[in-house]
């Protein structure tokens, strides 16, 4: 009832992460690379980072849409000039760095003087490039390649000047007398770089030339760290472009999220509004069942609202607190049956949504596809999807056909698989999830490197069941 009567401070959106695995691998300095699907709880985790480590010394970095347009107008206004990922990556380093030099400039306790006053004769020398915003900065430093490239300069003195431009040997020449200056880590946190990001060939260079950079600059024995916070599928796409892939992937941090954390997650949420002043969250489970009426087709009621979605933190926010909305709109003291199957119905809109808008650069044209499924399931054969692809592919004009419909039926039944919107079928059934359909089928965000090819039994995720108006009795 109380919780109840305070609907202003229901599920307030805080940042209270300190206590997950992820965050703490991040915080001590072992995983560099935190990769997860949107509403996986990057930018939380970023955000409790830089709290925790005090605003002097982390530098956020998060690509403004236009960044990536106003790179894509630059590099087609210089068509066939960028064959080199080199210019992108020096480009990076030298942009980050400089912001790195500003930042031990205005935190200078500690600094030798002579170190010190190197790193400012630097920065002035390179004034234009101090005073203005990093993707400015970039584009800055970009044009200065392109202005010895193309410029009107005998080939020995452009090839000399090139290279000077890519060792950026001025500035690593800082580096040796600030190795012992820092007495505390400068973190370099980057995220959002799936804002304007479109797939494009320039795109997926401009994030895999960052990433190189940040990898390079943690090599220099300076206490800079730098941790990139990325989107699963964007990763995918562009990890096969980093050096060493192999040496990078004891630095990454996949996040995933069982039944328990994201039960915690409501817990420390409600903890929070009501200050309950709970001590161990963990041992407070079964608070979560107190939240509601009784179970709800046969499933405790969170574990029900859970498995509506692809178990990430933002979506069981969102159905949670649809779901007690309902449910003081109703005077109710607890959250209802009849508020979690209208908070599903709701939920179902908004997550077919989002799958489409999430995959709209690797596998556009979903939003007209997926609706195909309409009255089809939940549960299909490999012949049912065969099906359904044909038919669709069949009523296409060709060259309006999205580039991945062009695939076999078996490639875009396993693209159907790796963006969650079917689970695959189980050798054997998972006992932690209480028996029933769902016990017997797995997907992605369970186990995303499943070939699906053998398959013969597929499930519709349930999320989708409302949208799609499929059949679940």
Sequence with gaps: PEFNRQPQKRLRCVHNLGTTKAFQRVRSREKSVVIGPKGSGKSAILKAVSSASGAGYSIVVTPEVFATSMLRKFVEDSAGMWDEDEAFVSTWIFTLLVEVFKRICERARGIPAQALHSVRDFLRE?????????????????????????????????????????????????????RDGL??????????????????????????????????????????????????????????????????????????????????????????????????????????STLFEGPCNGMPGFEYLASRTTMRPREILQIVRRAHEIAVEEHAETITGQAIR?????FSNWKLEHLCTEYKFIFPGLERFLPKFRGIGPVVTQMDLATIIRDYVATQEVERLPHWLHESPSQIIQTLYSIEFVGVSRATPDPRKGGGMLSRYEFAYERPSANVSGATSFLVHPALWCRLELETS
């Design 342 to 346: 209208k908070a599903e119905e709701d």
């Design 126 to 178: 390179h004034a234009t490039y101090q005073e203005v915003d990093i993707f400015t900065r970039f584009i800055k430093y970009l044009k200065e390649i392109q202005n010895v490239k193309t410029g009107d300069i005998e080939l020995s003195s452009k090839t000399k000047m090139l290279q000077d431009l890519y060792a950026l040997e001025p500035l690593y020449a800082q580096v040796p007398a600030l």
């Design 183 to 288: 007495k505390e880590d400068i973190l370099i946190l980057i995220d959002e770089l799936d804002q304007g990001w479109d797939n494009s060939l320039h795109a997926n260079r401009f994030i895999a030339a960052l990433l190189q950079a940040a990898i390079r600059i943690q090599r220099l024995g300076l206490r800079v760290h730098v941790v990139v916070f990325i989107r699963s599928e964007i990763w995918d796409l562009v990890k096969y472009q980093l050096e060493q892939l192999d040496k990078l992937r004891s630095s990454i941090e996949m996040l995933s999220w069982t039944l328990g954390d994201l039960a915690g997650l409501i817990l420390k949420r409600v903890d929070y509004c009501l200050q309950m002043g709970l001590k161990d969250i963990e041992a407070e489970y079964g608070l979560i």
